[in-house]
């Protein structure tokens, strides 16, 4: 077995991490919290969901049963054991490894976690939010690299921030026949012989 230590690394390709603009580093993680993160395979070589679904469109054929895409798209075990080979030389616990959903999570201290990765994982404020995070791209030994599509957990940063407004709510009641009028709901018919369920 290779030693995982000694391999050389490579970049994961789309790793790469900026820090938000305006977020200030106020200083390391704690080498001993604990956290899950999860790596994401690699699909069977040659497969092509979006093919298959355009396919079976176009040819008006059953979409896909849950069996025949854990056939045709989980992830090998090859696979699966590669990267839990990684995992146990790196320090790191196995939590779950599921083929279908093509993930391996990994939970350990962020200190094994950065070492596995190759990132040096800090604290960073901004906007008076507090996050984990990094910069530059994950590296992990090269004859696993082209088993990994993606790795999520090691940064914990917002991705996101609602955009929504509500506009004040005016006091008004509408009538069945005045939301009728408004939808242009069709004045012909009853109802009769129709089924509802809820």
Not at 52 to 63: A, E, G, L, T
Request: charged content about 15%; cysteine-free; hydrophobic content about 35%.
């Amino acid at each position: 077995m290779t030693n995982q230590n000694s391999q050389p690394r490579v970049a994961l390709p789309g790793s790469e991490r900026q820090p938000i603009v305006g977020a200030q580093v106020t200083g390391p993680v704690d080498p001993n919290e604990r956290f899950e993160v999860s790596v994401y395979l690699r699909a069977p070589a040659g497969s092509d969901l979006a093919q298959d679904i355009q396919d079976r469109v176009v040819n008006q054929q059953q979409p896909l049963s849950r069996e025949e895409y854990a056939a045709r798209y989980s992830a090998s075990s090859d696979d699966i054991a590669r990267v839990e080979r990684f995992a146990l030389a790196h320090n790191l616990i196995v939590i779950e490894a599921n083929a279908v959903r093509r993930v391996v999570v990994l939970s350990g201290s962020a200190q094994a976690v950065g070492a596995a990765f190759g990132t040096q994982i800090q604290r960073y404020t901004q906007q008076q939010q507090t996050y984990r995070g990094r910069t530059g791209p994950l590296t992990v030994p090269a004859d696993i690299a082209p088993l990994i599509t993606g790795v999520l957990g090691i940064d914990n940063r917002p991705q996101a921030r609602a955009h929504i407004h509500y506009a004040e709510v005016a006091n008004i009641v509408y009538t069945p026949p005045q939301l009728s009028t408004l939808y242009n709901f069709p004045t012909t018919g009853n109802g009769a012989g129709q089924t509802i369920a809820i």
